[in-house]
């Protein structure tokens, strides 16, 4: 079984900082992307950024400048540093990853979720 688990969120004033980190557990061979998706009240899921095993980072055109994707492959972890927060960033923030799960001693490529923590930013 794999496990995403997020850590991170919580309540902050216009214009602060957040980092969020999620980390990768179970059984698995190897990960390939890892990303973090957002979902506002009464709004689609959308992707805020991801990065490849190679790091290459790809990010959302609201928050470029703003907010910065890392990970570090030796603890299986992806972070999100959230700086300059509007309140348009408030929702649930969604851990995402593609990895080689070991099904029995094969590895089969699964997409997972972690169970999201919520990010407010408010006066």
């Known amino acids: 079984q794999v496990q995403l688990v997020e850590s991170g969120g919580g309540l902050v004033q216009p214009g602060g900082s957040l980092r969020l980190s999620c980390a990768a557990s179970?059984?698995?061979?190897?990960?390939?992307?890892m990303g973090w998706y957002r979902q506002a009240p009464g709004k689609q899921r959308e992707l805020v950024a991801d990065?490849?095993?190679?790091?290459?980072?790809n990010y959302a055109d609201s928050v470029k400048g703003r907010f910065t994707i890392s990970r570090d492959n030796t603890k299986n972890t992806v972070y999100l540093q959230m700086n300059s927060l509007k309140p348009e960033d408030t929702a649930v923030y969604y851990c995402?990853?593609?990895?080689?799960?070991?099904?029995?001693?094969?590895?089969?490529?699964?997409?997972?979720w972690g169970q999201g923590t919520q990010v407010t930013v408010s006066s």
């Open positions: 990065i490849t095993s190679g790091g290459s980072t």
């Open positions: 995402n990853s593609d990895l080689y799960a070991l099904v029995g001693i094969t590895p089969r490529l699964r997409n997972y």
């Open positions: 179970g059984n698995f061979f190897s990960i390939n992307t």
